[in-house]
């Protein structure tokens, strides 16, 4: 759980902090005039962030209230150590790979819904962001409006992920879903899209109106749970300007996680029931290899959330099977799920030569 104040932890000695003359133990109160109620607050001032462009602090020292002035000069990753240069190289090479496979499914069925489905989904994953990054909200403000939502708007709707994966099994490998409850899966990108809209738009163009109560949000046990689960809780995707209570908020992000978690169960069973009903064997094993991956990516999922929290819920050090260590060898298994969707996807046949497939695919 976040603390609602922020405190300084640590100052790197040759650091923008450093020469702003921050010390360890002060308090953040505000950054370019945006009051810091929580890390929320400091995520959406991090985002406007902008190389060698003055940024005034007002930090609290004991009773003291101080103001300051950083300037960052030099990119972060420069001040990396080997490890993490070498994570970070692991993350985004594996972003990139979701990409490549997400346009080699694109273009290889092109008119099948299924098809742009997968796609979409692999391609949602390869730009997924938690929270905006340092300069996130800076670099594309400097962009004209009609480059900058779309990229704004493609990072943010990795929440409605569990809803395109509910999608994309109830039209792959058949429509098995019949067309009024397809329909029906769409009801919480109505609910949730204009939220996801509006408060990404609001955190390039007009971040004062996410700035809420985050005390009282950040304590609340549904918001936990989020966090423990997921790892980071989507707050400023979610902070619409209408939501500024704070119960309001935290009833708002309880559906949301409810509809993640019903979404993603859902999708798994609707998959693992259509490799039972299909008869060609070819197919059943593809599907089968497909509906195992999943299952590996579940027990992946579970054993993360273990990893992370085992401390914090139980109180003891964990087993080694839920060490840190493991949790490199999650980054391989994770790569399992698209790769062998990508190689469904890749060598379906075309339905309207097979034999096999007694309906056309949608």
Known sequence: MWHPEL????????????????RRGDVLESVNGLPLRGMPDWFVARAHFRRNVPIELQVRRGNQELKGRLVIATPAWRSWNRAH???????????????????AIAFSHPQETSSRLGALLLATGAVAEGYPSSGWAA????????FAIPVCLAVAFCLLAPVLWLTFFATYPHRWVGRRL???????VLIFAVPIMVSTLAMVYAPGLLARDWPAVLSAAPVRLIEDAFGVTPLLFLGVWPLQSAVLQIAFLELWLLVSVACFGAGALLLW???????????????????A????FVVVVIHNILARNWIGWFGTLPPRV????????????????PITMAICLLNRPNPSRSKFYSTRFP
């Open 7 to 22: 405190i300084v932890a640590d100052v790197a000695p040759d650091g923008p902090m450093a020469r702003a003359g921050l």
């Open 273 to 291: 029931t259509a490799t039972l009903r299909l008869r060609n064997p070819l197919e059943r094993r593809r599907f089968g290899l497909l509906s």
């Open 182 to 188: 397809l329909r029906l899966i769409f009801l919480p």
């Open 139 to 146: 670099s594309l403000r400097a962009l004209t409006a009609p």
């Open 322 to 337: 839920f060490s840190e260590a493991t949790l490199e060898a999650e980054d391989v298994m994770f790569l399992l799920l």
């Open 85 to 103: 240069l070498l994570v970070d190289i692991a993350f985004y090479s594996i972003r990139f790979l979701l990409l490549l496979l997400a346009i």
């Open 293 to 296: 991956a999943v299952a590996v």
